[in-house]
């Protein structure tokens, strides 16, 4: 399978969560719009120091740096492509000896928008929800299909900014669910990377 494809599959993903969920807008990094308030939202506060997503939604690669992409087992070097919305998404994957795809890693931005909130009000839709934190971040964990081992992740660095992590790998096709653990790391890695919003 051609890296192209792969990123396709990790699109797919937050394509899913994203397309046809009217719980909030979804705009190009640094456009400014009018988000309604939601009196009770199920998603927390950002209570810790907020990240800036848009200080690099254009360059999503950033993300990982190589030393950790490696840790991962993923393949280098990333490719960043076009992202929905009019955003910037990257792929990182890996294959095995016989050329199948063993590992991959899809990350997007958005801002301006509940993307939490549109997975939230999607829950009883999918095969596995869960709201947590990622290092102290609300975060959602889920995934579309259960038999996959696709784990969808958004983490929520700053009030309408969120970042969309979707991690596959085919070691876990035989325990789908299991997908979830590696990919809460690599968003805890993505956090990290994330520059403080001044």
């Known amino acids: 399978m051609r890296v192209s494809l792969a990123l396709g599959i990790v699109a797919a993903g937050s394509a899913i969560m994203l397309t046809g969920c009217g719980a909030g807008t979804n705009t190009p990094a640094g456009t400014s719009v009018a988000i309604p308030s939601q009196a009770a939202s199920p998603i927390p506060r950002v209570e810790k120091t907020p990240r800036d997503v848009n200080a690099v939604a254009q360059r999503p690669c950033e993300l990982l740096t190589t030393q950790q992409a490696r840790s991962f087992g993923l393949g280098l070097p990333p490719e960043q492509r076009d992202g929905l919305f009019g955003t910037q998404r990257c792929g990182w994957t890996s294959t095995n000896r016989e050329r199948e795809i063993a590992r991959t890693v899809g990350i997007s931005m958005f801002t301006n928008n509940l993307t939490l909130e549109a997975v939230y009000d999607r829950r009883q ?18 995934r579309t299909n259960a038999s996959e081992a696709i784990c969808n992740i958004d983490v929520k660095p700053a009030e309408h900014q969120s970042v969309s992590i979707t991690y596959y790998a085919r070691e876990f096709d035989s325990n789908p669910q299991q997908s979830c653990e590696p990919a809460k790391q690599i968003a805890a890695a993505v956090l990290m990377n994330l520059p403080p919003k001044s």
């Open 125 to 142: 839709r999918l095969p596995f929800f869960e709201l947590t934190n990622i290092d102290g971040y609300p975060a959602t964990v889920s």
